[in-house]
């Protein structure tokens, strides 16, 4: 076997191996549709080498030739459709169907001219520059890129433009053969499908490991969240809201937490059934999530005990935030209940103080809490600063203010 002989079965083999790695991940979370066309993508790209080492067996090996050119475009356009799907874009079909056609049938033409001819190279090469400059203009339109989104495009670049530098490498290294028979043998051979290996391999490991990335981030998203709400659980609101803490205190800037407990809760689950409660429950976490700003945290603490850390939020500012809520949430029909059936809910509120832990703040809170509890629910309470306090109040004195 040649040296581009023992290049073309590497291309195969890695080839598989990668194209498995992707269908592993999109057999893993089947909500990974980019997972699946990059899987198909390089399985279409083992079939390429097998023509390969085909054509030097044939004798008419221009239909040949012109299939390997084919799938290996047409692995590339389905490439291209799994980075769009991974940038969540619109993958350009009509511009991919256009360049796949139009080259094809160059590709087909072009066996006529000679083989030495420079020009005949360009056009043979030109349609991967092409297909894999789409793939840069995905990754391009992207607002915000993270590095490894930038590494990527430049890989993507560096691919596009090793196929634009065959051409030259062509004419430097005394071309192809007389023959396509006689390819496998040619030094530009070897270099050729060498550079095509290194840049496919690099852009297929950096892909996986941002689709490994963002498996994980989303397993870890998925265990910091509560399945019936939709909002944070406990532990990930509490471990945000940690990081949300020191940020404020970074910046110099107040932050308070709103704790909120459905009212009589269990006699709807008694009533209605657990069903009806658990659409309260829904329905709740729908109207924080469409009362917060973006940078406000919102999570489900208990049954139905929920929390909103409001950042950049002094207490007077909380208070008002919850009393909002108090008076806008059992003016919502909920399904399953009765149209007279309006449920309320109790408020507690504290704004964090220097030195406070997160388990401080929240503790504050709860009290305050358990007094609009006690004060016969429907109602917000408050523990003020230590500026707001009056004479006689303990130091965690929880109000009314209002």
Same mark, same amino acid.
């Given at each position: 076997?040649?040296?581009? !002989?023992?290049?073309?079965?590497?291309?195969?083999?890695?080839?598989?191996?990668?194209?498995?790695?992707?269908?592993?991940?999109?057999?893993?979370?089947?909500? #990974?549709?980019?997972?699946?066309?990059?899987?198909?993508?390089?399985?279409?790209?083992?079939?390429?080498? /097998?023509?390969?080492?085909?054509?030097?067996?044939?004798?008419?090996?221009?239909?040949?030739?012109?299939?390997?050119?084919?799938?290996?475009?047409?692995?590339?356009?389905? =490439?291209?459709?799994?980075?769009? &799907? #991974?940038?969540?874009?619109?993958?350009?079909?009509?511009?991919?169907?256009?360049?796949?056609?139009?080259?094809?049938?160059?590709?087909?033409?072009?066996?006529?001219?000679?083989?030495? %001819?420079?020009?005949?190279? =360009?056009?043979?090469? %030109?349609?991967?520059?092409?297909?894999?400059?789409?793939?840069?203009?995905?990754?391009?339109?992207?607002?915000?890129?993270?590095? $490894?989104?930038?590494?990527?495009?430049?890989?993507?670049? $560096?691919?596009?433009?090793?196929?634009?530098?065959?051409?030259?490498?062509?004419?430097?290294?005394?071309?192809?053969?007389?023959?396509?028979?006689?390819? @496998?043998?040619?030094?530009?051979?070897?270099?050729?499908?060498?550079? !095509?290996?290194?840049?496919? $391999?690099?852009?297929?490991?950096?892909?996986?490991?941002?689709?490994? #990335? *963002?498996?994980?981030?989303?397993?870890?998203?998925?265990?910091?969240?509560?399945?019936?709400?939709?909002?944070?659980? &406990?532990?990930?609101?509490?471990?945000?809201?940690?990081?949300?803490?020191?940020?404020?205190?970074? $910046?110099?800037?107040?932050?308070? =937490?709103?704790?909120?407990? @459905?009212? #009589?809760?269990?006699?709807?689950?008694?009533?209605?059934?657990?069903?009806?409660?658990? +659409?309260?429950?829904?329905?709740?976490?729908?109207?924080?999530?469409?009362?917060?700003?973006?940078?406000?945290?919102?999570?489900?603490?208990?049954?139905?005990?929920?929390?909103? @850390?409001?950042?950049?939020?002094?207490?007077?500012?909380? &208070? /008002?935030?919850?009393?909002?809520?108090?008076?806008?949430?059992?003016?919502?029909?909920?399904?399953?209940?009765?149209?007279?059936?309006?449920?309320?809910?109790?408020?507690?509120?504290?704004?964090?103080?220097?030195?406070?832990?997160?388990?401080?703040?929240?503790?504050?809170?709860?009290?305050? @809490?358990?007094?609009? +509890?006690?004060?016969?629910? *429907?109602?917000?309470?408050?523990?003020?600063?230590? *500026?707001?306090?009056?004479?006689? *109040?303990?130091?965690?004195?929880?109000?009314?203010?209002?």
């Amino acid at each position: 076997m040649s040296g581009t !002989g023992f290049i073309l079965a590497i291309n195969l083999f890695v080839a598989g191996l990668i194209a498995a790695a992707f269908m592993a991940i999109a057999a893993h979370d089947r909500r #990974r549709k980019a997972a699946r066309w990059m899987a198909l993508g390089y399985g279409l790209g083992m079939i390429n080498p /097998l023509i390969e080492f085909g054509i030097a067996t044939l004798g008419d090996s221009r239909l040949a030739v012109v299939s390997a050119f084919a799938v290996l475009l047409a692995a590339m356009a389905v =490439l291209n459709v799994g980075i769009a &799907r #991974r940038y969540e874009a619109s993958a350009p079909w009509t511009t991919m169907l256009i360049v796949f056609v139009i080259s094809v049938v160059a590709c087909y033409f072009i066996q006529d001219m000679p083989r030495h %001819s420079f020009t005949r190279m =360009l056009l043979y090469q %030109s349609p991967y520059f092409i297909m894999q400059a789409i793939a840069v203009g995905i990754v391009g339109q992207t607002p915000q890129r993270s590095r $490894l989104d930038n590494f990527l495009m430049a890989l993507l670049a $560096l691919s596009a433009l090793q196929f634009l530098s065959k051409p030259f490498w062509f004419m430097m290294l005394g071309g192809s053969g007389s023959s396509p028979q006689d390819y @496998l043998g040619t030094n530009y051979a070897l270099v050729s499908q060498s550079m !095509g290996t290194v840049t496919a $391999l690099a852009v297929a490991l950096t892909l996986l490991i941002m689709l490994v #990335r *963002d498996l994980l981030s989303d397993e870890a998203l998925r265990s910091e969240t509560d399945m019936l709400s939709g909002l944070l659980n &406990r532990g990930g609101f509490e471990k945000q809201a940690e990081l949300a803490i020191q940020a404020a205190i970074r $910046l110099g800037t107040p932050i308070s =937490l709103v704790i909120s407990d @459905l009212d #009589r809760f269990k006699s709807i689950n008694d009533t209605f059934g657990h069903a009806s409660g658990d +659409k309260v429950i829904v329905s709740f976490a729908a109207f924080i999530r469409a009362t917060i700003a973006e940078h406000h945290l919102a999570g489900r603490i208990g049954g139905e005990e929920f929390a909103v @850390l409001l950042p950049g939020t002094n207490v007077v500012a909380a &208070r /008002l935030f919850a009393e909002n809520a108090r008076n806008s949430f059992p003016a919502m029909a909920i399904e399953g209940l009765p149209e007279s059936r309006r449920v309320t809910a109790s408020y507690g509120v504290a704004e964090w103080m220097p030195g406070d832990s997160f388990s401080e703040l929240f503790d504050r809170a709860d009290k305050a @809490l358990y007094l609009a +509890k006690d004060s016969g629910r *429907d109602c917000v309470r408050i523990v003020p600063r230590p *500026d707001m306090r009056r004479s006689g *109040d303990g130091l965690d004195a929880a109000v009314s203010l209002g």
